[in-house]
């Protein structure tokens, strides 16, 4: 399974699974591109053992989005983790401190258990201290680093417009 769930729903990242050969659905006459034949279950042969987190923040500009997004993606696979991401064209943020809606970022992760102090680490090396304004607050806390998750915790309420309880 390919696909990356929030948490506190079951994660089928890296699980292989058994399904029955035929469709549930007919492929349509014209499928869009996102078009994907959904089989029926049977049953698991492998669990992955994966937890799924959110990170959002501010679209990586100037530098153009393939450049910074692609160094994600690359440092994520390396680390054995799945990941997927919605850019600037469906989401936005709001600048922290100029109450201005910007292009942002969202992005899960498919983190591998035992890993997430490591991968936590690994985001923090890659982005610095400004880099995008990204925010990982379950990521942080499960990796054991609660000063970090508040932080994050905070800043995605930036992000969010929420500023003081109010959104």
């Known amino acids: 399974m390919l696909t990356v769930r929030l948490p506190g729903y079951p994660q089928r ?3 292989t699974v058994l399904v029955l050969p035929q469709p549930v659905d007919p492929q349509p006459e014209e499928p869009d591109e996102d078009w994907m034949p959904t089989y029926p279950y049977l049953t698991d042969i492998f669990t992955g053992d ?6 959002a ?10 450049e ?12 054995d983790c799945g990941m997927w991401h919605y850019t600037a064209e ?20 498919a983190v591998p258990a035992g890993r997430e102090a490591a ?8 982005t610095g201290e400004k880099f995008w304004n990204l925010a990982w607050p379950e990521l942080a806390e499960a990796a054991g680093s609660p000063d970090l998750a508040l932080k994050h915790t905070q800043l995605r309420q ?5 500023v003081d309880g109010e959104n």
Request: aromatic share 8%.
């Open 13 to 15: 990242y890296g699980d």
């Open 50 to 55: 994966y937890a799924g987190y959110p990170i």
């Open 57 to 66: 923040g501010v679209y990586p500009e100037p530098e153009p989005e393939p």
């Open 68 to 79: 910074r997004v692609g160094r994600l993606v690359d440092l994520m696979r390396e680390m």
């Open 90 to 109: 469906e989401e936005t943020v709001v600048l922290p401190g100029e109450d201005v809606e910007v292009p942002g970022i969202y992005a899960m992760l």
């Open 119 to 126: 991968v936590n680490a690994a985001l923090l090396e890659l």
């Open 158 to 162: 930036l992000l969010q417009g929420e």
